[in-house]
């Protein structure tokens, strides 16, 4: 028996019926099901999912169980299910961290370059799961250490798309010196920098410029946000160096982010970036790979010339 967890967005517009179609697919395979806690809790709150279901459910299951936290996600859950859109599945990786459970994304959202199942397909592709029929895509996540350490990004020091330097409470631009394994790059005079992992090429960094780069490249991304010197262009580098930020401001703080995760530091820490000793998986099929999203997401192969 095979036991996945479901997380989401909750949008019960959006959600109910394709939720409650991925239920009695799970349940046909006889699948264990664990819910992230609150997620549950609004879904019980939603008159059609009680009215229509609740009686089936807990007749085949007494009460979902359900996690909080990392710590109480089951060490034995072979699936993650996420319902939402990109940012769903961002969230979705402080309950997974280092425990290599694949994802399953089911785009309820727009654009969706994670998250590449639409929810019109999810019967198909999660019978195409239960067949064998996918492929796992890893993706390599980006880390950083703080001098002086910061206990609360210690806790959670990884983002799948981007670690993003940004100002504080002023207008003003700050200066961000840049180093590579310890040798000196530049001085990035801007409103902030931006370093990428090849997942995270298509997000943030795509808006300021930055190059698309397949996700299983080994890569970094170094990219600088409205740069003061127009000579400044994004660098692609190995994932095998350690990149240092030393940080100058007119404020005593900055703002410092790992994908939705925002802290505020003093501007006398250090900034240590590097890749992550682990790797998130993704659940791929076939009709939605990363040349066929490109594709489908950014119109590459719908000229209106031709």
Same mark, same amino acid.
């Given at each position: ?15 109910? %019926? ?58 034995? %859950?072979? /699936? ?10 961002? #969230? @979705? ?13 089911? +785009? ?34 980006? @880390? ?13 020091n990884f983002a799948l798309n981007e670690l993003v330097v940004n100002r504080k409470n002023t207008t003003a631009m700050i200066s961000i010196d840049t180093y590579i394994d310890d040798e000196y790059l530049a001085t990035y005079w801007s409103d902030g920098l931006i370093i990428a992992t090849p997942t995270g ?18 890569? /970094?991304?170094?990219?600088?946000? @409205?740069?003061? +010197?127009?000579?400044? #262009?994004?660098?692609?580098?190995? +994932? ?24 505020? /530091? ?21 009709? +939605? ?18």
């Amino acid at each position: 028996m095979k036991k996945v967890a479901i997380y989401g967005y909750y949008r019960p517009e959006k959600s109910f %019926t394709y939720l409650l179609l991925l239920l009695d697919i799970l349940l046909k395979h006889k699948v264990e099901i664990v819910f992230q806690k609150d997620f549950y809790k609004k879904l019980l709150q939603h008159q059609n999912f009680s009215m229509k279901n609740q009686e089936y459910l807990l007749k085949s299951y007494p009460e979902f169980q359900t996690f909080s936290t990392y710590r109480d996600l089951p060490a034995d %859950t072979d /699936l993650f299910f996420t319902y939402g859109g990109d940012g769903t599945i961002l #969230r @979705a990786l402080t309950y997974i961290r280092n425990k290599a459970i694949p994802i399953f994304g089911i +785009n309820a959202g727009r654009l969706g370059f994670l998250a590449t199942v639409q929810k019109e397909q999810l019967e198909k592709a999660v019978e195409l799961y239960f067949k064998g029929q996918y492929t796992i895509s890893e993706r390599n996540l980006v @880390a950083i250490d703080t001098v002086p350490e910061n206990k609360e990004i210690k806790k959670m020091n990884f983002a799948l798309n981007e670690l993003v330097v940004n100002r504080k409470n002023t207008t003003a631009m700050i200066s961000i010196d840049t180093y590579i394994d310890d040798e000196y790059l530049a001085t990035y005079w801007s409103d902030g920098l931006i370093i990428a992992t090849p997942t995270g090429s298509t997000a943030y960094s795509l808006s300021c410029g930055g190059p698309i780069v397949a996700p299983e490249s080994l890569n /970094l991304i170094i990219n600088p946000i @409205a740069p003061h +010197n127009l000579t400044v #262009r994004p660098l692609v580098v190995a +994932n095998d160096h350690v990149i240092k930020l030393k940080v100058d401001s007119r404020e005593p703080e900055f703002l410092i982010s790992l994908d939705s995760r925002v802290y505020s /530091l003093p501007i006398e820490t250090e900034i240590s970036v590097y890749t992550a000793p682990f790797t998130i998986k993704l659940i791929q099929f076939h009709e +939605n790979s990363f040349i066929k999203t490109l594709q489908k997401k950014l119109w590459w192969a719908k000229d209106e010339r031709n």
